[in-house]
């Protein structure tokens, strides 16, 4: 099993880097990017967004990555839910999946999709999101609870 690893490496780091193992594991560069964290969570059908929920970072890390205090906002603004909406349909996605932004100046970075429940779950549960129990309602063929609009 490879091992992944996150080098945070100058210009010139990054190129003597490459040179030394490009040859030997896989490399992926990224530009440094400034901001706060955004966890869209979301539970979809087909396509289709039926929960949304947001996490915000109060807190982020210096060298980013790794968990931080979070939040969840209250207000979902439009541009999230379309990112979250048109991912979710060019996917077709069925189930649960949390989308990773940057927010910077510049505007919003996607960082991964992760296809799996989050870490910070017992939050969006706390909130009063239900996406546990829409989960499993969608799993065993019983109607769920529609996602309120909260714009």
């Given at each position: 099993?490879?091992?992944y690893?996150?080098?945070?490496?100058?210009?010139?780091?990054?190129?003597?880097?490459?040179?030394?193992?490009?040859?030997?594991i896989?490399?992926?560069?990224?530009?440094?990017?400034?901001?706060?964290?955004i966890?869209?969570?979301?539970?979809?059908?087909?396509?289709?967004?039926?929960?949304?929920?947001?996490?915000?970072?109060i807190?982020q890390?210096?060298?980013?990555?790794?968990?931080?205090y979070?939040?969840?906002?209250?207000?979902?603004?439009l541009s999230?839910?379309e990112i979250?909406?048109q991912?979710?349909?060019?996917?077709?996605?069925?189930?649960?999946?949390?989308?990773e932004?940057?927010?910077?100046?510049?505007g919003?970075y996607?960082?991964?999709?992760?296809p799996?429940?989050?870490?910070?779950?017992?939050?969006?549960?706390?909130s009063?999101a239900?996406?546990?129990?829409?989960?499993?309602?969608?799993?065993?063929?019983?109607?769920?609870?529609p996602?309120?609009e909260?714009?």
């Amino acid at each position: 099993m490879q091992k992944y690893d996150v080098q945070k490496l100058s210009h010139q780091e990054q190129q003597h880097y490459i040179a030394q193992h490009l040859h030997t594991i896989d490399v992926i560069c990224q530009k440094r990017l400034h901001g706060k964290g955004i966890g869209i969570n979301v539970l979809a059908s087909k396509g289709r967004v039926i929960s949304l929920n947001i996490n915000k970072r109060i807190h982020q890390p210096k060298n980013g990555g790794g968990s931080s205090y979070r939040r969840t906002a209250k207000k979902i603004p439009l541009s999230l839910l379309e990112i979250a909406t048109q991912i979710t349909s060019r996917l077709h996605w069925s189930g649960v999946m949390m989308i990773e932004l940057l927010e910077t100046q510049e505007g919003f970075y996607l960082i991964e999709i992760n296809p799996r429940f989050w870490g910070s779950l017992a939050l969006t549960e706390f909130s009063g999101a239900n996406f546990v129990r829409n989960f499993y309602r969608l799993q065993v063929g019983k109607n769920y609870y529609p996602a309120e609009e909260k714009r």
